[in-house]
């Protein structure tokens, strides 16, 4: 069973909402409120543009173009990004099997158009930053697993205008890049709404906030995120569009061989 990441909750892309139940919120563990969140439900296939913005510490800009595509197969879920823009990037391919089993690790490959090669993403590089983004390759590419983690709901609190759960997340391999992070999740949805991620001395490392949030074809739908590196005041915003639910994509797209062709 799988956890939060960008890529599900915040939705690289796209997410979809259930409307809370009766529940009463005092209820609810930690552990709860990530698992309502992990079940959310999800379209079978989704389809978007996006622009990606890079911003160093002295408000330089890089702007780049992608595209992604998703596929749930029930037992895994595939997707594939594909940078279009600038040319320094253009043709980059990042594919990414994410299973639901528990305890089953996501496979990652990375094609780079210099190298003509395909490179899998090890577990030890999943931390690493994607593509000199605030994101990381498990953001945008592996849910992490709901029992990797220990939860403690912190109490409730208004977050971007919306009530949420404030829950505090722990890594029980403290290894990984952020062993600790707190989410605020909204109470009418369990759609993410912001996350503040810790490094391994337990300082604040990268905020992310959600915006934008809205109901496209009965799913609800995150169209902007927004992450900052605080410790190096580099940040990413994220913008999706052209987003559309429910294509026939074909199967042979999610292939390590497709990532040479695009």
Not at 94 to 101: I, K, M, Q, R, V
Not at 123 to 141: A, I, L, N, R
Not at 160 to 181: I, L, M, Q
Request: net charge positive; charged share 30%.
């Amino acid at each position: 069973m799988k956890t939060f990441s960008i890529k599900k909750a915040a939705s690289l892309f796209a997410a979809t909402a259930i409307i809370l139940s009766s529940v009463h919120s005092q209820s609810l563990s930690g552990y709860d409120v990530m698992k309502k969140a992990d079940e959310v439900p999800s379209p079978k296939t989704s389809s978007y543009k996006a622009t990606m913005t890079l911003t160093d510490k002295k408000g330089k800009n890089r702007v780049r173009e992608l595209s992604m595509k998703t596929k749930d197969y029930g037992d895994v879920e595939k997707s594939l990004i594909v940078f279009a823009t600038p040319k320094d990037v253009a043709g980059v391919g990042y594919l990414t099997f994410d299973y639901d089993a528990s305890g089953k690790d996501s496979d990652s490959w990375l094609y780079m158009p210099a190298m003509k090669k395909v490179r899998r993403i090890s577990g030890t590089s999943k931390g690493d930053d994607f593509m000199g983004s605030d994101f990381t390759y498990e953001d945008v590419g592996g849910d992490r697993d709901l029992d990797d983690y220990t939860y403690k709901l912190l109490g409730e609190e208004n977050a971007e205008g919306f009530a949420c759960y404030k829950v505090e997340c722990r890594a029980k391999d403290k290894s990984v890049k952020n062993p600790r992070y707190i989410v605020w999740i909204r109470k009418d949805n369990f759609i993410l709404t912001k996350a503040d991620f810790y490094d391994k001395q337990d300082n604040l490392h990268r905020k992310l906030v959600c915006s934008g949030i809205e109901k496209i074809d009965g799913f609800w739908t995150t169209k902007k995120m927004f992450i900052k590196n605080v410790q190096t005041e580099h940040s990413t915003v994220l913008e999706i569009k052209d987003i559309v639910f429910g294509l026939d994509l074909a199967d042979n797209m999610f292939t390590q061989g497709a990532l040479e062709r695009n």
